[in-house]
């Protein structure tokens, strides 16, 4: 036993270990990148800007630039990298700490997970010789430790962007209502983002952001770009291939949102039907297993008492 006490107290003196020169790198990466953006910016003070520099930045340029310090990639889609930052936000914790914190925590649980397989194998009967083992199993662990995060970021990113695309036709609906009377795009947007607060409030805070972005960007295809872009759904480029094409040719804009809100509604019923449809054959092995059972113990039971009682007599 004491052999196995202190190879458990070694490997915990590694995790440990591991998790500071981990913390060390990150604050060494991020003082770097701080010190490279306050250079930046006070190059940025002193240098003339041209016409197409002034036009070039964006909101999720931004962001993104914020989220990939030097050396130290995100590896993240834009959607998981907007979904990354509004995490950390919910911790207080702004946007150019996201990646810092997000490699953190993949170290922290890199550790958490090593040691916490490393001593719960050392228990077990069947390997709690078989040192190679340890290692091995600890090792996988670690991996699939660095993976989870990653894993939770994109499902929330996914599940966010579902949620955000469901509410699409009642926000383009609410879109039409206010064009009709005469309200202008940028308005309409924000308008539709406060009625959708408190029924879809993913899809309200994204049309809060593209009405900022259509009101700060010159180009309003890049303000709608930066939505698709966020959500990454095929119906969300639909509408917003609709947008920027009447937009850009000056078409009217009440029927291009009503045609796009019908078609969107019309691809819902279809996914509606499509699902009822997989419902039968869904239902069959419930049906076997719980259902069927039980109808044949109501039906049966009676006859098969009866039975017992007239042979067993």
Known sequence: ????????????????????????????????????????????LVEPKTHADAAEPSNDAAIRRALVPHGLPAGLTAREQHELMRFFSHWKIPAE???PAYTAARAFAVVLLASLAYLLFAYLPAIGGNAFLHYLLAAAFGVAGWLL????I??????????????????????????????????????????????????AEELYLTSADLEILPSQDQALANLAERLEVPSVRSVVSTLTQTLRYGTPLVNALRLVAS????????????????????????????????????VGGPAALRLVDTFFK
């Open 1 to 44: 036993m004491g052999p196995l006490v202190s190879s458990q107290t070694g490997i915990i003196l590694l995790g440990a270990a591991l998790s500071l020169i981990w913390a060390g790198l990150i604050m060494l990466i991020y003082s770097m990148h701080m010190r490279r953006q306050t250079i930046d910016r006070r190059v940025g």
């Open 263 to 298: 078609e969107l509604r019309n691809t819902s019923l279809l996914e509606m039907e499509e699902r009822a449809n997989k419902l039968p054959t869904l239902m069959t092995l419930p049906m076997i297993l719980f259902i069927m059972p039980t109808i044949f113990l109501v």
């Open 97 to 99: 700490y996201a990646v």
């Open 149 to 152: 995060p990653h894993y939770v």
């Open 154 to 203: 994109q499902k929330l990113a996914s599940r966010r962007a579902a949620t955000a695309a469901r509410g699409l036709p009642e926000a383009l609906e609410l879109l039409v209502i206010c064009v009709e009377v005469g309200l202008a795009l940028e308005d309409s947007i924000k308008r539709a983002a406060a009625e959708l607060e408190h029924t879809n409030p993913d899809l």
